[in-house]
């Protein structure tokens, strides 16, 4: 028996998520409606909806030695995520995400996330006895390439089951398609990855097929109004389930931590696909990237799901 169900490798960054009714003109002020102040970053996220999840979850991410790095750390102690890889880089600054979201749904970004908060190869050398002891590891693809194959070619010597969220980067893209065990992109990420609009089910699904020839047991690709599912000779297309959209941040993350979780649990594509909707579907209703996951908020939206439209398995 492994001592982790999945090591999580990515952005831990402070979230700071402020709500107005639209964003002032040069010169002029708006008021804020809802502020939140918490643990965020793609890494951080990803381990968070697994932690929720009840999986036993570590997170190898990068913090400065700063006040802001230890309030991080301690918080995402207290969400039962073991915080025992992550770096405290002497001298850096911990980085920070601000999203701002507007009442018509509108929503922008601003990032201050310094290059010292990126994963090295020293950091990847440091994980290895974490990436021993766990069922799964989850990479995000915003780290250096190099970074990204090293921990990859770790984790397949440790056994792990590998899986990559995001655009794999060029330079490494044949060999992280062979070891990886998982590979998901969203819509943006997908259209890059493949070179095609990925605007109907059939194109996703021919997409997904060419991908799968290059060594993953499953490919997920998000077409835009749905996400096709590919393993084996197999494939699903999900809608997207109809609920009001507040933000879609953190919405691939949870879907990501459910479909790893899920597939740690033994459940077959068809199964761990339908829980990930869900719970993409669960996180867009409100402000904000902190998933807010429950076994029966889970099954709520998987009620909703069973009334819409499915092609596939």
Known sequence: MRSLDVLVAGRMARDL??????????????????????????????????????QRVALLG???????????????????????PVVRRPAAATGLIVDVLEDDGRWHYLED??????????????????????????????????????????????????????LLPDAHRAALLRACDVLRADHREARLLTGDRLDTAAAGIRAARSLLRYGPALVVLDIGDGTVFAWGDEH????????????????????????TAARNHGLPPPKAARWAVAAAAATVGHPGGRPRLTADILRHYLGRLKSQAVEGV
């Open 17 to 54: 998520v402020l709500t107005v009714p639209d964003l002032p003109d040069a010169h002029a002020a708006a008021r804020v409606g809802e502020r939140q102040e918490t643990l965020g970053g793609k890494g951080a996220n990803l381990a968070v909806a697994s932690a929720q999840l009840g």
């Open 236 to 259: 699903l297309v999900l809608p997207q389930i109809d609920t009001p959209v507040v933000d879609t941040t953190g919405a691939g993350d949870a879907f990501t931590a459910t479909l």
């Open 62 to 84: 990068v913090v400065g030695d700063d006040e802001i790095g230890g309030r991080l750390i301690a918080r995402a102690e207290l969400d039962r995520i073991d915080c025992s």
């Open 113 to 166: 996330l310094p290059p010292s908060t990126m994963l090295t190869l020293d950091d990847a050398a440091h994980a290895a006895r974490w990436l021993r002891s766990a069922n799964s590891m989850i990479v995000e693809l915003q780290q250096p390439p190099e970074v990204v194959a090293d921990l990859v070619d770790r984790a397949r010597a440790a056994d792990c089951r590998v899986v990559l969220d995001g």
